[in-house]
Structure formats: C-alpha cells, structure tokens
C-alpha cells in the first residue's frame, strides 16, 4: 500500500518505488542511489529520492501508529468491522487521531462520571426526541446513592454526555476542520502592560489576517512573541460576526450535522444549549489547538525549506580554486588578523597588524602585507566582512596599488560562522597550538579557496543563511541540513588525499568514525595511490566501500579512472571500451571525438545498463566537472563604506546574502544588508524570490530608503524606480503607499499580493530587524 501510495504521489512506475526503498532499507545513501543504481530505479534524481524518503518515513510512522490504535480499541472489545474499515481507510495522522479520539485511554471526564451515574439513557433519550420536557425526563434519574441529587445535575451530567460525544465525532470535527481552514482568521495582540517591552512585536499588537495565508515568516514571529509573554494569539472563527456575541457559525455545523433543529419543542432549548457548550467549551479550544499546531508545522516546515535552499546556494557557491591566500580577519581596537595558506588550505603563515584606530599603525601595515604577499607569492587576498572590513579593503588596495608587481585579488567574503569555526574541537585538532583569533583568518581565507570544503567545518545555523532556524524544530532543521551537505558534498566529490575528516564525514557510505580512520590512514602511510587503498581502512568495510568509492577522487594516482566519478565496480565497462578500440585509458580521458562516435549500446551487459555507460562515457569526457559556477566577485562602490554613506537613488553592487520567502537580503559592503522585497526584484510576478535569486548572487540594486537610526536599507533591482520620499518620522513605513498595498513589512497592513506592483519598500518587519540585528553580530 505504501509503494503504490508513494508512486501515485510522484507520478512514477510502483516497481521504481520498489526498488528504491530495498536500497534504502539496506542503507544505501540518496546521492548514492541517484548516481549509480539508475537501472534498479529506472532514473530516479535526487529530488525524487529525497521526497520518497520523507515520504516513507511519515507512511511507516502512520501505519505504526495504525496498528497500535487497532491493538488499543481491540483489547477495549469496541473494535467493529465498520471501525476498523475506517481506521485502514485513514490517509492521515490527523484523520486517524479523530477516530480514535473517542477510544483514547484519560483520566475521568464528566461525561464519564455521568456514565456511571447512570444518566447515558437520558443523554440517548434527549437527544432523540425533542418533544419530550428535560425536567421530566430527568426526575427519573434522580439517584443520591449514584451521586445525581438533584433534576439539574440529571440535566448536566446528561449535558455533558452529549457535548463530550459530539467533540469526538470524527465526521463533525472534519466538516469544522474544513469550514475554519477556509474562513478562519488569527488573530495577535499584545499583553497587556507589555507595550514597551514588546516593542520589537510592534506590527502585531493588533493584527489579524486569514489563516490559511499566514506566511511562514509571520507565523513565527506571533509564535516567538505569544512564547516570550508579549502576544495573545486567537483564532477567529467567525470574522464576519461584527458583533461578539453572535452565535459561530460552527455551531449551525453542529446543529445541521445531528438535525438538531429550534421548533420550540421542550427538548429544544436543551439541545440548543449542548451545541453551543460542545463548540465553545469543549471544540473550539481543541481545533485552535490542533490549527495553531499545524500553522506552526508549516510555518517549521517552510522556514526549514529556505534554510535548506539557501544553504545548498552557499555551499554551491564558486570556489576561487586552488591558489595561496591570505585570509584577513578584520577588527579595529582588536586589529586585523592576518593568515596565509597554500594551494591546499596549509597554514604558511600567521601575524596581526594594527592598521586603524586607535594604534593607527597604517604604514607598518602595509610594509607588512607586502612582504607576506611577495614572501608566499599570494594570489588571492580574502577579506572578512565583519566589523572594520571596508576600512581593512582600503589597506589592501592601497597596498596592491603601490606595488603592481602583485598580482593578487582581493574579494570580500562573508565571515559568519568563522568565530564559531575558531572555538570548536575541530578547529583545536585541525590547528593545535594557534591562537583563537588566527583561526578565523584561516577559515575566511579557505573559505574562499573552496566554500564547500571549509563551511561544513560550521554548524549550518551558525552561518547566517536562515529564517527564524532558532524557533523551529531543532532536531527537523538538523536532519534538513545534513541532508543538503550530502547532497553538495557528494555532486562535486572529495579529494581523498586532502580532506578534512568534516568533509569527508559526509560522503555517501561514511560517518564521522570513519573519516577520522580516513585521515588517520593518510597520515600514518601517506597519501593514497589508488581506491582500492581504502579497504585497508579500519572499520572500511565493502558496503561503505561500495557506497563511497565513486565519490572519493585521487588526483595523479596509480589509475587515472580513480580522479573521475566512474565508480571502480563499473572499471570492466571502461576495460571493455579499451579492448573495442585499441586506445589505453589515459588517451581514452578527455578524448571527445572518440567518445562520441562509441555506441552506449554496445558496452552493456546483464550487471550495467544503458544509464550506466552513457554516464560513463559523459565522465570520460570531462572527468570530474565541478558543477559549480565559474567565480566571480561583487565590486564594492568606493567610498560607501558605512549606512550613513548610503543615498537613495544610489545604484550598487552587492551580494546576495540571504533570501527569504518576502525578499531577499543584499549586501553592499555597508556592515548591514539591505532587503529588496519580492515586488522589487523585477518587474514581473513571482511568487517565490529564487526565482530570480539565490544566496551568492552577484547583482546590481538602487537604493530606495534608508533608515540610518533603526539601520533599515531597501533597495530595489528594478533599476529604472524611482526612491520613495524621506520618511518623516519612523512610523510612516508602515503607512500604505501609493499602490494601496501596504509597506514590505509583514504586517497586517501588507495583504497578500495578487501582483508585484510597485510599492513602498521599507523595512517595518519584526523579522526583517532581527534579521538585521543578527547579521551584525
């Protein structure tokens, strides 16, 4: 049921599914899978096999979960054959927990003591008939020794019967589900007495927007503020009731669910009063409950999905490749720390220089930088872009500028994350003996050399690419992000011979155990002559060989095939092609011409298929592509160095720093990054900013507005714009703008869009200032 439920969800052939949860279940890897078991999945990529994988995860937690309630209302003997049709037809976590809400083992009720009263037959007899008078039916019932003294606690008990019954009907509560899913609203306003000290929560002191809209960012900003005490937070059921004591409309789906009908019947006003009773004291609090929870898991879910997306951007960034740099840490009273490495990330040299306030120490400086760069003979010059780093690019262009025979660039890197590089364990082993400080230099000159290598070293949510990654669940953003560093770490492939253990932690087969037993190896017997060597590994045994192999590389070893992603098992196809045409493998590696003219066909056999070889030809033909982009750099405006320098009208040049679902952060070189909102990045609608962009862009943006005292920018990449006035006062961002929508500032005042029209771009966002906030630390 699974694999023909998961197939019809993909769009694919139930055997592909088949044979990709074997592979799964015998630990086989997604990149794995994808690459090198095309023929067992018939072609299933990546995305496809990271879907089925969650997929298959949730399924199997569900039928769990199924057999338990089965095993539960079973042993109870209230298990019918018509139950547990519906239990088995139940596609959901949701729908199931309903069926089984009334079965589900708790403490006693009132309802249940009712039941034991006795009072079951009135509660069955009111309900039924609403020609019969309550108080006479209930004089009946009347039984100290049972504990109902009286024809009131008759009626109540009876009452709460009927309510607990009606608040576990499975059906009911899905038409309610429906009916408050499509016209609910949430409501936030702030605690009273909070007004101060929820400043930072200001747009949702009274907000209110359709609950089905609230996008994920907004959603978490009134969760993070409800937690911390700032915010009420309510469902609305009933936003089209002006006034408050109008009935809900959810209690005519109880009335119109049971035919329970005003005739002025003496049974009426009785069955009135448990309709009403059941929505407001017993419904309506679980299905907020249960609505505000799925809002949330949502809000989780997408918040980690731009997390996730930004991430593979910026591990998928160009490398500048393998070239000395110096790496410089910037700093100011603390002083520029300076770290020089060689092709493969190796430490040449280490020192400090004071070049700005208050030692001041320029010339000394320069005469320093110098002679590191000609003694190493440094290529690139990578600058952190943390505190004093405009000031520290100054010292290097000067420097460059007085000596032209350096032929070095210099590219201004982000440096989020390296402080937390610099205080790990791994840092301590990978650097024993260097000071704290200096490590950071390292990091943001091998970070620039290969982005990829040296930012798994980094706890992903210490790299500054994410969305409100601190209120979602931890352990889901973790196994996300992990995912996405497989996926990176395994598309471009690894240097056996020069990786970290982080790095090679994430190849497909192996862990962290293993990578240490990696590097131990390399360390005690020298560099790697072939694959083959791995299996002397310890704890390397054939399946994480097998898992691993394809993506490990030997650059000028002992088999040529080794430095290509041709997996060793597939060796004999290669062995084939050299019998068919008579040219050794060396002249076969890069030979297009030749290449081309051999038919895939002719190379397959019972073990490899026709993915296979056509893979394997491709990789002959360019052996180990990087799929990276070619590098390139942002080039900083002159003289724009601080937010105050900032105009609007300005047009720049930035790096695309961060991108969340309402806009995307840009970088220009001013130590704050500045939002272009959705509406602003171009002229047509899109619904999603990486439509356009992505983490690592390089693009061109004008300055819109800029907030010098709250240290908001907005720009926007529609060049021909015109900037929106000076802002009077601060409160004038959130008025709505000449578009009739409201500013880019997540606020109730911002109604879902229907077009990128232009609009009034300040930044008057609770995320946006934590956001800013963040990124300055």
Known sequence: MIINKIAEELAVNPAQIQAAVALLDEGATVPFIARYRKEATQGLDDTQLRNLEQRLTYLRDLEDRRAVILKSIDEQGKLTDALATQIKAADNKTSLEDLYLPYKPRRRTKGQIAIEAGLEPLADKLFADPTVSPEDAASAFVSTEKGVGDVKAALEG??????????????????????????????????????????????????????????????????????????????????????????????????????????????????????????????????????????????????????????????????????????????????????????????????????????????????????????????????????????????????????????????????????????????????????????????????????????????????????YQHDVSQSQLGKSLDRVIEDCVNAVGVDLNTASPALLSYVSGLNKTLANNIVHFRDSHGAFADRKALKKVERLGPKAFEQAAGFLRITNGSNPLDASAVHPETYPVI????????????????????????????????????????????????????????????????????????????????????????GAFVDVGVHQDGLVHISALTNKFISDPREVVKAGDIVKVKVVEVDVQRKRISFTMRLDDTPAPAAKKPSDANKPNRSGKGAANGSNRAKPQKSNAPANLAMGNAFADAFAKAKQK
Not at 433 to 461: F, N, Y
Not at 578 to 584: E, G, L, P, Q, S
């Open 158 to 467: 009876a009452r709460y019967i009927l309510m607990e019954r009606f608040a576990e009907d499975a059906a009911l509560l899905a038409k309610i589900r429906v009916y408050l899913n499509d016209n609910a609203f949430v409501t936030s306003s702030v605690a009273p007495g909070k007004e101060q000290e929820a400043i930072k929560f200001k747009d949702y002191f009274a907000h209110q927007e359709k609950l089905k809209t609230v996008p994920s960012h907004r959603a978490l900003a009134m969760f993070r503020g409800r937690n911390e005490g700032m915010l009420h937070i309510q469902l609305n059921a009933d936003p089209q009731n002006e006034d408050a004591t109008q009935p809900s409309y959810c209690e005519q789906i109880i009335a119109s669910h049971y035919n329970i009908l005003d005739h002025n019947r003496p049974g009426d006003a009785f069955m009135k009063q448990v309709v009403q009773w059941s929505w407001k004291i017993k419904i309506a609090l679980h299905m907020e409950t249960e609505l505000f929870s799925k809002l949330r898991e949502q809000a989780e879910e997408e918040a980690i999905s731009v997390f996730a997306k930004n991430l593979n951007d910026l591990l998928m960034a160009a490398p500048a490749g393998a070239k000395t740099t110096m790496g410089l840490d910037p700093g100011l009273r603390t002083g520029v720390k300076v770290a020089i490495v060689d092709q493969t990330g190796k430490v040449l040299a280490t020192t400090t220089i004071f070049p700005h306030v208050p030692q001041n120490q320029w010339d000394k400086s320069l005469r320093t930088l110098s002679t590191l760069c000609k003694q190493h003979k440094v290529e690139l010059i990578s600058i952190g872009n943390g505190t004093g780093s405009r000031e520290t690019d100054k010292l290097v262009a000067e420097m460059l500028k007085a000596n032209p025979e350096l032929k070095a660039q210099k590219i201004m890197v982000s440096e989020a994350g390296a402080s937390v590089y610099s205080a790990s364990e791994l840092a301590s082993a990978e650097l024993p003996g260097m000071d704290v400080s200096l490590r950071g230099a390292v990091s943001i000159a091998r970070r620039l050399q290969d982005p990829l290598a040296e930012l798994v070293k980094i706890e992903p949510k210490a790299i500054g690419v994410g969305q």
């Open 575 to 662: 062995d084939a092609i050299v019998d068919r045409t008579a040219v050794a493998v060396n002249d076969l590696i890069g030979n297009t011409d030749l290449l081309r003219k051999l038919s895939p066909e002719d190379f397959t056999n019972d073990t490899f298929g026709l993915p296979t070889v056509k893979d394997i030809l491709k990789e002959l033909d360019k052996p180990g592509r990087d799929p990276r982009p070619e590098f390139k750099t942002a080039a900083f405006k002159e003289g724009v160095e601080t937010i105050s320098d900032l105009k609007p009208g300005m047009i720049l040049e930035g790096v695309v720093s961060n991108v969340a679902n309402f």
